[in-house]
């Protein structure tokens, strides 16, 4: 069954450090998301990327953040200068072409833990 | 802005008995979804309804549009069923999924 996967699984930076979080969504879908999930805390939207471009981001995602599909294959995440309050797990995910009418696919994630 | 709600937070239960987990929103949405989350962290997904009832082995999930509410049940419940639920919905014209807090289900064998 096709899979949504994820890499690193955990990554630890120092606060202040650029991270990439990496994603390769499953291969025919077009829509790509990024969320996440402070501990305890529910899960929320970051991003959401189609056609080459950001289609809605969240509040959180400020200056700070940018995805980028760089080969038709990868879909990444960048924290630019990271701060412990990013320290989080980040899920990727990934819907067919239909978009909101279709069921989005979660990868197992990457917890991301700033020092 | 969307918020929802789910009902119970926790919930305890025996090996066998028939579960039900609540979920309610606050503003018209194109579709619901009820998620797994394992202790391990990873989310998969369970269903996806606009309308109606939907049936997969064990698990049932029905919506009320009209009532804004959801419930999933987990007939003759295991252990392995143990985990975290997860209702997360999606307003039409958005993409973005508002997920509710969880409820974290515990099967007692």
């Known amino acids: 069954e096709p899979e949504v996967t994820q890499t690193p699984s955990h990554q630890v930076t120092q606060m202040g450090q650029e991270v990439i979080l990496r994603c390769v969504p499953i291969?025919?879908?077009?829509?790509f998301y990024w969320y996440r999930q402070i501990l305890g805390q529910k899960v929320e939207f970051l991003v959401s990327?189609?056609?080459?471009?950001?289609?809605?981001k969240s509040e959180i995602f400020d200056d700070q953040f940018s995805v980028e599909r760089p080969d038709g294959s990868n879909f990444t995440l960048k924290i630019r200068s990271t701060k412990l309050e990013d320290s989080a797990m980040y899920f990727c995910?990934?819907?067919?072409?239909?978009?909101?009418?279709?069921?989005?696919?979660f990868g197992q994630g990457t917890r991301l833990t700033v020092v | 802005k969307n918020e929802v709600e789910q009902s119970p937070q926790n919930l305890t239960a025996q090996e066998g008995e028939f579960i039900t987990i609540n979920c309610s929103y606050s503003v018209g949405i194109s579709a619901l979804h009820w998620l797994q989350q394992h202790p391990g962290g990873g989310i998969v997904s369970l269903f996806m309804?606009?309308?109606g009832k939907k049936k997969h082995g064990r698990l049932i999930a029905t919506i009320n549009i009209q009532e804004k509410h959801s419930s999933l049940h987990i007939t003759a419940s295991h252990p392995r069923d143990s985990a975290v639920y997860i209702c997360a919905v999606r307003q039409g014209g958005s993409e973005k999924l508002v997920f509710g807090k969880g409820t974290k289900l515990t099967v007692n064998p």
């Open positions: 995910a990934s819907s067919g072409p239909g978009g909101e009418r279709t069921e989005a696919f």
């Open positions: 990327f189609y056609n080459n471009e950001i289609s809605e």
């Open positions: 309804l606009s309308s």
């Open positions: 291969s025919n879908h077009l829509y």
